[in-house]
């Protein structure tokens, strides 16, 4: 193999060999993390739905955010390494991995959290058996369903080379398992033209196809909301609305996973600034396009002022004042200073930027989902407080942590399996560098 | 020697077998005899003292007529050539809740879950508030039947709106999918579900299961007998009229009504008909009331007034 | 022990086992909470007595109570007695018991029974009371009164004719004078009442036939008149079908139809799925052809190195 890809891995191999201590106990953490989790589950499969904070009108809580929010998140790969390979630019090389890790893990733990919010978990193999297909959930199940495999086949396209590199590397110091399964996973590949001209052409189709699905898959995750009649989420916007929250979502994820990596695995000569700005600026543009459409939703609810319109927009501003300013004006005007004037445009600031984007779109989330159903068409009236009212219990919290908990294992075991930036063609068939800003 | 035992053992057999099917006879019997006498029937908890001839007062209890139940696939079928509808009288209702108590009664229902709901509404600031009993509308158009992703809640060739528990899943999207609200889910196993013994029947919407969605089913196993639902039975008032469209004519127990004529002659319309879901139930204008409103607060529960704390009406009435 | 041996005491263990479940299941079955009654208290019989006449049969209802008190129980399993009599003859019709509301009901054919000649029967339901509760009896006197209708167009207007007669002294037929008929259409869950006729001196009264009253898919309707309940005769009965209704129009389609909530779904939306799916999934299977040829290929290229 050529001597780059011999360095690069000399220098990543450790990163695949060897666990720190503060990796071990990372990993503990999120284990016990995950613990709570599983008994917060229990509890409300023994005890019924009743342990959550969801009640007859607000039947969706923060299982479903939690679902859409994850679902948002992997549009990090599906989006911006699709779309990033099929415009072959130079500087994605070190972030693409990441990028499809994030979509394949969120794609996995998105779906778990329906599940969550079904009644009876023991015939959820209906939805296949009986599935009608006028209903969008039959739709969201299809869709998903292709998106995970097509994404699946996307990464491991990607992973192909670099699974041949440590296959053949010699002086790989892995437990021979791993070593099999590298080999038995490389498919032989060896780099030869031919091979070489299938890989990319596979590629360049399967990129295109993620796209699309991805466009699909959240547009018809938008319609399980847009199609019903309620208040507010009776919205001709939604489709590319949540689109375009979600690769907006995906795109702050991916800076928060390059600074992290960054930091942990010491990458700092493969993951530079440039790589942040790039990140970041592409952020700033979906900022602006989340930006613009909330404001259309927004504008022309208010202005037309229909009577469960306006009851939904005063509930906005009084209960739920402080979600909405953080998710609709924060997370918007941040990115946009933060990334457009050049003095602030460091990586911290660009990570903790996506910090906070992040929390603003779980909040804009909630505030879609749960608003909308505390003002349905017939006022609730109700004498129960937990009727009238949503909030969250203690099980609905602990499961979002162990969702995050689960994501952030999983892609630490990911980043084990495999480097978390790619040593093959990392220094490219393309010489040419692109100029940004 | 040999055959000596064998015979001995014949013998044995024979006499067992004998003694077996006696035993069995009596086994059989005695299971024919209880069931015979088994008439554990739905129970409606309302009693009535009976004297028996031997001078002992018998309570039993009112609801001993066990209405028959079809089965799952039969109830996918609607009760050939009928179409009903509802009509309701807003002139006439007080929140007396009797509707509410009898729904519930009748489908063992716990006392959080209400498939009739009675809200006191006002449309607008100037506009004068009164009470507003919501059944399921079993709309024409059903979004709630549109959204069910396996097909547990179907229409049916009578217009009859109805879920199958069996096959619920419980996500919910039908009762987002309801713009009235309709729909109430059993968010843990309640032991009022318990108290019926009977297999269950989507016309019964009983017994209720945990973790899925029920509502008002228009109760097609009353109807089955020549019966009209619980509610309608139950209101004191005559407010809720119950029918079949295509013969026109509803009836609440006491009176019965050309379905046209009483439309036409007291101005009857339907619930946010704009949002094109085609609802079954009528209502009429609360016009030429019986009732002011705050009659509507008089025997309740504090927790029931609680509920209406709230609305125009009660702010703008603060003592 | 023998396998033998060991059955037959399986079995006869298995026979014990079930008929004492199945005692106790009969035992355990009785729904109903006895109290005995064990007061003294003065008891009075109370029974009634209603008559229906239809066109050619009789119904007898007949209500047994217990007064204690102030309450009246309804008596279940009494034995009453429905016999039907004349001046001359008397006839058991019936002996039943009566059901948990206490009422007991006898329905027979008006022909044979034992009336007068002008058509007077008694009909008497009698209890026979027990050591704890006193015997009762009640009678009514009923002449079958029958009544009639007839349709006609007049003046291009529909008219209902009602007539109602007696059989008088002599047996003749003779007019019922200044009664109210009521006029039902009998519906679902109720009758349906379409008007009224007072009948004048000699029995006979008339109105307009109401328009706009849906019959079945013909148009047949079957028109019901009635006396309501009357000392002289009862609950009197009359019923005839006539062409004048309104064709009842089935709100159900002809042809199972496709929408959002029909079980089958438009084909529309049947179609465009089907071809999203293979397109997407048409590219899928390409890109897993293509790992498949890289794998082939590896077989027969050595590594370069």
Not at chain 2, 18 to 31: M, N
Not at chain 2, 174 to 203: I, L, N, Q
Request: contains cysteine.
């Amino acid at each position: 193999m050529e001597n780059e890809q011999k360095n690069l891995l000399r220098e990543f191999a450790p990163q695949l060999e060897r666990t720190s201590i503060q990796g071990y106990t990372w990993i503990i953490f999120l284990l016990m993390v995950i613990g709570v989790g599983i008994y917060a589950f229990l509890q409300q499969v023994l005890k019924g739905h009743e342990v959550t904070g969801m009640r007859d009108n607000v039947v969706w809580g923060v299982y479903i955010v939690n679902f859409i929010f994850f679902m948002g998140i992997s549009y990090a790969g599906a989006l911006i390494s699709g779309t990033l390979h099929l415009f072959k630019t130079a500087w994605r090389k070190p972030i693409i991995r990441m990028a499809e890790f994030i979509t394949i893990i969120a794609l996995l733990i998105g779906p778990c959290f329906i599940l969550l919010c079904i009644g009876r978990l023991d015939k959820l193999y209906f939805l296949v058996l009986f599935g009608r297909i006028q209903s969008p959930i039959t739709w969201d199940v299809i869709a998903i369903s292709t998106d995970i495999f097509g994404c699946f086949i996307f990464l491991y396209l990607s992973l192909l080379r670099d699974l041949a590199t440590l296959r053949d590397y010699e002086l790989l110091q892995l437990p021979n398992w791993r070593k099999k399964l590298y080999r038995a996973l490389a498919l032989g590949y060896s780099g030869t033209p031919e091979q070489q001209k299938r890989l990319s052409r596979a590629t360049d189709i399967m990129a295109a196809m993620v796209i699309s699905i991805a466009i699909i898959v959240y547009s018809v995750l938008a319609w399980i909301f847009s199609v019903t009649l309620q208040p507010g989420w009776h919205s001709t916007i939604f489709g590319p609305y949540f689109v375009i929250a979600a690769v907006y979502s995906g795109s702050a994820v991916l800076i928060i996973c390059m600074w992290v990596f960054r930091k942990v695995y010491h990458l700092e000569e493969y993951i530079t600034e440039k790589h942040f700005v790039a990140v970041g600026v592409i952020m700033l543009v979906l900022a602006a396009f989340f930006g613009y459409f909330t404001f259309s939703d927004y504008l022309t609810k208010w202005y037309g002022s229909e009577k469960n319109d306006e009851l939904l927009i005063q509930l906005l501003f009084k209960k739920f004042y402080w979600p909405f300013i953080i998710s609709n004006y924060v997370g918007v005007l941040l990115p946009l200073i933060v990334v457009g004037i050049a003095k602030f445009r460091t990586i911290t600031n660009i990570t903790l930027t996506s910090i906070v984007v992040i929390i603003a779109l779980w909040l804009n989330r909630y505030i879609i989902v749960v608003p909308t159903l505390e003002s349905p068409y017939l006022p609730i009236q109700d004498s129960r407080p937990e009727w009238l009212n949503y909030s969250a219990t203690w099980v609905e919290w602990s499961l979002t942590a162990t969702g995050v908990a689960v994501f952030c294992l999983l892609f630490t075991l990911a980043s084990k399996f495999i480097t978390i930036v790619p040593v093959s063609g990392l220094q490219g068939e393309e010489n040419k560098e692109d100029v940004l800003i | 020697m040999e055959e000596e035992l064998n015979n001995n053992q014949k013998n044995s057999r024979r006499q067992f077998l004998k003694k077996g099917l006696i035993g069995a006879g009596i086994v059989v019997g005695g299971g024919l005899v209880a069931a015979y006498l088994d008439t554990s029937a739905t129970e409606t908890g309302e009693k009535v003292k009976v004297l028996t001839t031997d001078g002992d007062i018998m309570e039993v209890d009112k609801g001993l007529l066990k209405l028959p139940r079809v089965s799952r696939e039969e109830s996918h079928k609607g009760i050939p050539g009928r179409k009903f509808v509802m009509v309701i009288d807003l002139g006439k209702c007080k929140n007396a809740r009797k509707c509410v108590h009898a729904c519930q009664k009748g489908h063992h229902l716990p006392k959080g879950q209400e498939f009739m709901k009675v809200y006191l509404l006002q449309d607008s600031e100037k506009t004068a508030p009164y009470w507003f009993p919501k059944p399921c509308f079993h709309c024409d158009n059903p979004l709630c039947v549109s959204v069910c992703p396996v097909g547990a809640t179907f229409k049916r060739s009578d217009g009859i709106v109805l879920i199958d528990n069996e096959r619920c899943i419980g996500c919910k999207f039908c009762m987002t999918g309801c713009p009235y609200s309709t729909r109430v889910f059993a968010w843990k196993h309640y032991p009022e579900f318990d108290e019926d013994k009977e297999p269950y029947s989507p016309e019964a919407s009983s017994p209720g299961k945990e973790g899925t969605v029920s509502k008002c089913d228009f109760c097609p196993d009353l109807i089955r007998v020549g019966k009209i639902p619980y509610c309608a039975s139950a209101c004191p008032m005559g407010v809720i009229y119950f029918g079949d469209v295509d013969e026109d004519t509803v009836t609440n127990g006491t009176e019965t009504f050309q379905f046209s004529q009483l439309i036409h002659d007291r101005a009857g319309y339907r619930y946010l008909e704009t949002l094109g879901t085609r609802p079954c139930v009528y209502y009429l204008p609360p016009v030429d009331r019986q009732f002011e409103v705050d009659r509507g607060f008089g025997d309740l529960e504090e927790s029931v007034k609680e509920r209406y704390k709230d609305t125009p009406y009660s702010k703008k009435n603060k003592p | 022990m023998t396998q033998f041996t060991l059955m037959k005491k399986v079995f006869t263990f298995l026979v014990i086992f079930l008929s004492l479940v199945s005692m106790s299941l009969i035992s355990a079955n009785t729904y109903a909470e006895v109290i005995t009654d064990s007061t003294n208290s003065p008891a009075e019989s109370r029974l009634m007595l209603t008559y229906l006449c239809s066109t050619d049969s009789v119904t007898l209802t007949a209500n047994l109570g217990i007064k204690k008190g102030e309450t009246i129980f309804a008596l279940e399993n009494a034995l009453v007695e429905f016999t039907a009599s004349n001046s001359t003859t008397s006839h058991l019709l019936i002996k039943s018991k009566t059901d948990q509301e206490g009422n007991a009901v006898c329905k027979v054919a008006s022909s044979g029974l034992p009336a007068d000649k002008d058509g007077l029967v008694v009909y008497s339901v009698k209890f026979i009371g027990n050591n704890k509760y006193p015997g009762a009896e009640s009678s009514f006197n009923a002449k079958p009164a029958k009544i009639r209708l007839f349709f006609s167009i007049e003046d291009s207007l529909r008219m209902l004719k009602v007539t109602a007669t007696q059989k008088n002294e002599k047996g003749e037929e003779v007019a019922i004078p200044k009664e109210t008929v009521l006029i039902y259409i009998p519906r679902l869950f109720s009758l349906l009442k379409i008007g009224e006729i007072a009948l004048d001196e000699n029995g006979t009264g008339t109105m307009e036939f109401p328009k706009e009253i849906v019959g079945d898919t013909l148009g047949n309707l079957e028109v019901m008149a009635k006396i309501e309940e009357n000392d002289k005769f009862g609950f009197v009965l009359g019923k005839n079908i006539i062409n004048w209704g309104v064709h009842k129009q089935y709100y159900k389609a002809e042809v199972p139809s496709r929408e959002l909530w029909t079980p089958i779904a438009p084909l529309w939306m049947i179609i465009t799925l089907l071809v999203m799916l293979a397109g997407v999934w048409a590219h899928y299977m390409y890109a897993v052809y293509e790992l498949i040829m890289i794998k082939r290929l590896s077989k027969k290229d050595k590594p370069l190195f």
